[in-house]
């Protein structure tokens, strides 16, 4: 079997292979964009062609120059494709990009800010830390048994992320009001050649992080921003923003995918284009998401205590093969869960688990994700190998269901096309 083969039972007809590498992805683009501010070679095959769409001739080289890099959370090209033409998010549409994969926030997050894909930096939602034996969330930074803050167990950002945060030293970014992000930490560390980088500045004190209130307050606070950079002494300088936005995520997460609380977001995210484009000085806006997400309804949802009323017999036996693993809580996502069974019980769990949800899933050794290439295009580090544990369950055939309850009725972290599919929309403000 080739690298490029990946079995219907994975692929399903919903599928969109990880391992095409024809459409950018967020490496792609944090490389890109690293390139261009720092004037550093191209590393990816893919700079000839964002390059030209991110710095076309028409631009503005007598003076400096914002790349804005909007990331909407969740908004999938599925979304986009409902939207008449006459919306700026299709009318500045320019091509497909695509998520990295698992299509799960925290590794498509930390491909941004590091330039590496999963394979390489391990991030896969829920991860388990092969140094400290636990499973932790990144998140929301606690540990996913006991809850306990990662902080109080003396576990850093650089123990977490591991790869280091590789976007140009002056970024700017701008998150929604009450919104961290650790890996922007790593970020802070004083130099590359503090090896491991040892401090970590408190979020509050990141010189270069913007709080920002809504979408539409947001563009007052950015124009300054471009405006100060916008000068002459500047020429043929690009400054790099990093712009995030949660909201189409937690409402698709919630309330379903063509929801008219999602509709609402994506008027806000408009609008937001509209004002941006209006009101900025010398800025490209390059808008993509990290992900798409697809409806799951909770019939589809299955693991060790769901459905509830489970018939005895079958409820024993699920309470036995839970009993072979080392965490009673997954890791990974819900289309894409990584099991660590108890020495000497994987294939016990593997024929038992087949049996009792073959209908539905399909359980993967980490060998074979790293034959596939699923989570990028080099071979998995052995980190990566070890936090994927003894199996990754994935839907069969790519199918809208999920692993592990909860009351979210959509979801991401699978490679249907809902959720690997993003738009890249790039528009240009010449004020
Ligand atoms: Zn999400």
Known sequence: MSTEDIPDILLGQNGYKPNDHSLPTL???????TSLVNGSPPNTPHFHNLSSLISPQSIDK???????FVLIDALGQNLIDKLPDSSP???????????????????CLTSFFTGQYPSTHGLVGRTFLPSRSVLINPLSWKTCASRESLDDLGISTTEVFCCPNSLPSDTH?????????????????PSSTDNPPSHHLSLNTHPKIVHYETLSSSVAQLAPL?????????????????????????????????SPEVAADIKSVEEFLISAEQTLFNTTIVLTADHGQTDIPHSAHFDWDWPKDEDPAVQKEKDRLADMLVYAKEGGDRR???????????????????????????????????RMRLLGPEP?????????????CFPKNCANVGWGHCYYVATHSGMSKDEMLTPLVILHSLN
């Not at 490496?27 to 964009?33: E, K």
């Not at 007598?62 to 804005?68: C, D």
């Not at 108890?342 to 009792?356: I, N, P, Q």
């Open 226 to 258: 471009t405006k100060a950079f916008a000068t002459e002494e500047n020429a043929g300088k690009s400054h790099l923003v990093y712009f995030y936005d949660g909201n189409v995520d937690d409402h698709t997460h919630h309330f379903g995918v063509y």
């Open 380 to 392: 998995l580090e052995t980190r990566t190998s070890q936090i994927l544990g003894d199996w990754v």
């Open 27 to 33: 490496v792609d683009l944090s490389r890109t964009f």
């Open 173 to 189: 970014f701008f998150l929604p009001k009450g919104m961290g992000n650790r890996q922007i930490q790593v970020v802070s560390s």
């Open 336 to 370: 894409f869960s990584t099991f660590h069974c108890k020495e000497g019980r994987s294939e016990e769990f593997r024929v038992g688990f087949d049996a009792l949800f073959g209908e539905h899933f399909v359980l993967v050794p980490p060998s074979e994700i790293d």
């Open 89 to 107: 998010l299709r009318k500045y549409w320019t091509q497909n990009a695509r998520a990295v994969f698992p299509s799960i926030t925290a590794s």
């Open 62 to 68: 007598t003076k400096g120059r914002t790349i804005l």
